[in-house]
Nanobody, 115 residues
Framework: DQQLSESGGGSVQVGGSLRLSCAAS????????MYWVRQVPGKGVEWISS????????DYADSVKGRFTVSRDNDQRTLYLQMDSLKTEDTAVYYC????????RGQGTRVTVSS
């Protein structure tokens, strides 16, 4: 069965950085696009980044472009999200997913950015 496990969240101040990781198992990770999405409690899922199967093609939502960087290590079956220049509005639960809508995602890791 497909399993995704996010880690690396925490509490940081505005302007700080975090690096999220997503360990994947149970499917051919190296063959698929992967996504990061986030959700504020009580609100909908927001897509924030995509990466193709070999990491050569990436895309970002305007809200994070220039601040977040997605990458992957197919040998380790791990997806990453480097988050820099964090803002209070980045506070959310972050998920890795195998679909852009975030339907097939892990349990998430919480990020809290405070001023």
């Amino acid at each position: 069965d497909q399993q995704l496990s996010e880690s690396g969240g925490g509490s940081v101040q505005v302007g700080g950085s975090l690096r999220l990781s997503c360990a994947a198992s149970g499917f051919a990770f190296w063959r698929v696009w992967m996504y990061w999405v986030r959700q504020v409690p009580g609100k909908g899922v927001e897509w924030i980044s995509s990466i193709d199967s070999d990491g050569s093609d990436t895309d970002y939502a305007d809200s994070v472009k220039g601040r977040f960087t997605v990458s992957r290590d197919n040998d380790q079956r791990t997806l990453y999200l480097q988050m820099d220049s964090l803002k209070t509005e980045d506070t959310a639960v972050y998920y890795c997913a195998t679909d852009q809508g975030g339907r097939y995602r892990g349990q998430g890791t919480r990020v809290t950015v405070s001023s």
